[in-house]
């Protein structure tokens, strides 16, 4: 692993249950929660790293990434999820595994009122397209969550998303200097 | 009327020139192709596919717009060893246009996206699509850093687009310029739970 990559312990755990879990294609959209697993993935050379232009795109490649045989999960920030809405029936309608990672926004310490609309729904909306969902807000409990719904994910067949509370990420800096 | 306006407009910009029938297409390049993986674009396309003959290398959508290509994708990065292509249509192919940016990105040696374009959505009552409205797809593809990109109008190349996609040697784009006709409907199973295992089966994996 690339040493120059800081990042907060439950970003490593989240990366090293998907690499201990044999994941072979991690796709995303940008998120600076997701930021360790993403360079991670760059630097790995076992894994797959896939850059999307809309979280949509994401549900396409980790079913393709499914039906040639290969473990994927989707990487993406909640404003993704009302993005997806509709692709998830491809899920619903194959029954692909499948395992999703939300970093929120829009909740803790939200600066950005454009995000909440989204951010306030999130969870709705993957249960509306029949996502089974878990969320974690404690950094000390990220790989055993992560953990548990990658099992539910591929050894039980199911659609899972982890939500990645915002108070994790922490609070935005937003004046630079 | 309505379809003359229509065919007397495809002569606009990209669209002008020869097409070919979407059929004669479809079943030469899979005929020449028989171990491809393919994945299809819903409506017409995967009437295409479906009706040069069931095969359990297919993987039919019905639903999911836009999801062709990004399916191929992961697809193909998941089986280098297998040839992937992609039958689509303009219309599905614009919903999931930026894929084609990601596909760039990634450029699986072994994936081949065709476009069965006839530059109009098809499956709704032949609405013009933005294909024959200005938009140059194999322009775009190119744009987005696609390396190879055909436009196809003789059904010689049929058999040319097969090679390409048994040679698994870049990722290619085609676009394949084809009569704004409505053969009769061959309509594919719409069980997608069952197509995924039966596709899986056939590459000797597991339900899950």
């Known amino acids: 692993m690339n040493s120059t990559v800081s990042a907060p312990g439950w970003q490593k755990s989240v990366f090293d249950v998907l690499r201990e879990g044999d994941v072979k294609q991690i796709a995303y959209v940008p998120d600076a929660g997701h930021s360790y697993a993403i360079q991670a993935a760059i630097a790995d050379p076992g894994i797959e790293d896939v850059v999307l232009t809309t979280e949509e795109e994401g549900v396409g490649v980790v079913s393709g990434a499914w039906l040639g045989g290969q473990r994927a999960v989707l990487l993406m920030q909640s404003s993704g999820v009302g993005n997806c809405v509709n692709m998830f029936s491809l899920l619903e309608m194959c029954k692909f595994p499948f395992l999703t990672l939300v970093t929120m926004r829009g909740e803790y310490a939200e600066f950005n009122p454009w995000q909440i609309p989204m951010g306030s729904t999130t969870q709705q909306a993957l249960e509306l397209m029949g996502i089974t969902v878990f969320r974690v807000d404690d950094p000390d409990q990220v790989g055993e969550v992560v953990s548990a719904a990658f099992d539910q994910a591929f050894l039980a067949g199911e659609r899972v998303a982890v939500l990645l509370g915002q108070r994790l990420i922490g609070r935005k800096k937003w004046e630079r200097k | ?208």
Not at chain 2, 5 to 22: K, Q
Not at chain 2, 98 to 104: I, M, P, T
Not at chain 2, 153 to 159: G, L, S, T, V
Not at chain 2, 168 to 174: A, P
């Open chain 2, 1 to 208: 009327m309505g379809a003359q306006v229509n065919a007397h407009d495809s002569t606009i910009g990209t669209l002008a020139g020869e097409r070919l029938d979407r059929r004669d297409f479809v079943a030469t390049l899979l005929d020449r192709a028989p171990e491809a993986l393919v994945v299809t674009g819903l409506g017409s396309p995967s009437y295409d596919v479906f009706a040069a003959g069931e095969r359990d290398r297919n993987f039919y959508l019905w639903g999911a717009m836009g999801a062709a290509v990004p399916t191929g994708l992961g697809l193909a990065l998941a089986r280098p060893d297998e040839s992937v292509v992609v039958i689509t249509g303009d219309g599905e192919q614009l919903m999931g246009i930026g894929a084609l940016g990601s596909v760039a990105v990634k450029a699986p040696k072994n994936l081949t996206i065709v476009v069965v374009d006839n530059g109009h959505f098809g499956e709704t009552g032949m609405q013009r699509s933005h294909s024959s409205l200005g938009a140059d797809l194999a322009g775009i593809a190119s744009s987005f850093g696609i390396a190879r990109t055909e436009r196809v109008r003789d059904i010689a190349d049929a058999e040319r687009v097969a090679r390409i996609v048994t040679a698994r040697e870049g990722t290619t784009f085609v676009q394949v310029f084809i009569e704004q006709t409505e053969p009769p409907r061959a309509l594919p199973p719409r069980d997608g739970t069952a197509v995924k295992n039966k596709f899986r089966a056939a590459l000797g994996l597991d339900t899950f």
